[in-house]
C-alpha cells in the first residue's frame, strides 16, 4: 500500500495563474483533508470531505475549491494564486473520521507563489 | 485563548534525559487526544492517543488532565532519533464537524536531542 500520495512534490506558480493539487489514498478511507501548514501557525484546515461527492469548509477556506469525485482522490484547486497561498499542503485521511480515529498524512506538496 | 497552546521549544537534551512537553486546550468538550511527531520537512504521524487514563508505550507516557485542561508527553531515555517537533492534537467536539475526524492542531515543540 502506497498510503496517502501527492502530487506534485512542489511548484512555483507565479500570482494569478491556477492549479491544481492531487490526493489519492488506497486504504479505501471514507474521510480526507486539506491542510495548510505555514511557519508559527501550525496546521490549519482547508476543506475536508466525509466521503465520495461530499466536501465542507474548514478553517481557511477561502481562495481554494475541492472535489471529491472518486472515494480514493480529493483535489484541492486555487483558480487565482496569492503569494498569501506560499505554504505546504498536506493531505490527510482516516478511515471513518470517529473520535479515536488517525489520520493518515501525504508527504506534502510545497507551494511557492511569486 | 487559542485552541490548542504549546511551547514551542525548542528543547535542547542531552541523550539518556528525561524530556516532559505539556500542552493546553481551550473546549472542555473535547473528546480526544493525541501526539503526532513531525520530522523536519516530513508529514506529521501519530505517535500516540492520550486515554484519560494515561497510557504508556515504550519510552513514552502520555497523561491528560480534563480538570486543567492539559495533556503530557514524557520522554525517558531520550535517543537522538526523538529529535523533532511534537505536535498537541485535539478533536474539538462541535468543531467543523464535531466528531467527523476534524482535529486542531497546536504548533508544535521543537525537541532536540544532543549526543
Known amino acids: 500500500n502506497a498510503g496517502v500520495t501527492q502530487t506534485p512534490k512542489f511548484r512555483v506558480l507565479k500570482t494569478g495563474q491556477s492549479m491544481t493539487l492531487l490526493c489519492a489514498q488506497d486504504?479505501?478511507?471514507?474521510?480526507m483533508y486539506w491542510y495548510r501548514q505555514d511557519p508559527g501557525m501550525g496546521l490549519r484546515l482547508i476543506h475536508y470531505?466525509?466521503?465520495?461527492?461530499?466536501?465542507a469548509k474548514g478553517e481557511v477556506p477561502d481562495g481554494y475549491n475541492v472535489s471529491r469525485l472518486k472515494k480514493q482522490n480529493f483535489l484541492l484547486g486555487l483558480e487565482s494564486a496569492a503569494p498569501s497561498q506560499t505554504s505546504v499542503y498536506f493531505c490527510?485521511?482516516?478511515?471513518?473520521?470517529?473520535?479515536?480515529?488517525?489520520?493518515?498524512f501525504g508527504p506534502g506538496t510545497r507551494l511557492l507563489v511569486l | 485563548r487559542k485552541e490548542v497552546e504549546q511551547d514551542p521549544g525548542p528543547f535542547n537534551v542531552p541523550e539518556g534525559a528525561t524530556v516532559a512537553f505539556n500542552c493546553t486546550y481551550s473546549?472542555?468538550?473535547?473528546?480526544?487526544f493525541f501526539w503526532y511527531r513531525q520530522d523536519c520537512r516530513k508529514e506529521p504521524k501519530l505517535l500516540m492517543s492520550?486515554?484519560?487514563s494515561g497510557n504508556e508505550d515504550g519510552r513514552f507516557t502520555a497523561q491528560l488532565n480534563r480538570a486543567s485542561q492539559y495533556i503530557s508527553l514524557l520522554i525517558r531515555d531520550s535517543k537522538l532519533s526523538d529529535s523533532a517537533t511534537y505536535l498537541c492534537?485535539?478533536?474539538?467536539?462541535?468543531?467543523?464537524?464535531?466528531?467527523?475526524?476534524?482535529?486542531?492542531f497546536g504548533k508544535g515543540t521543537k525537541l532536540s536531542v544532543k549526543p
Open positions: 490527510a485521511s482516516s478511515a471513518l473520521g470517529s473520535l479515536q480515529e488517525t489520520q493518515y
Open positions: 486504504m479505501n478511507h471514507e474521510y
Open positions: 470531505s466525509v466521503g465520495e461527492g461530499t466536501t
Open positions: 473546549n472542555s468538550a473535547s473528546q480526544s
Open positions: 492520550v486515554y484519560s
Open positions: 492534537v485535539v478533536n474539538p467536539q462541535g468543531g467543523y464537524g464535531g466528531s467527523q475526524g476534524n482535529l486542531i
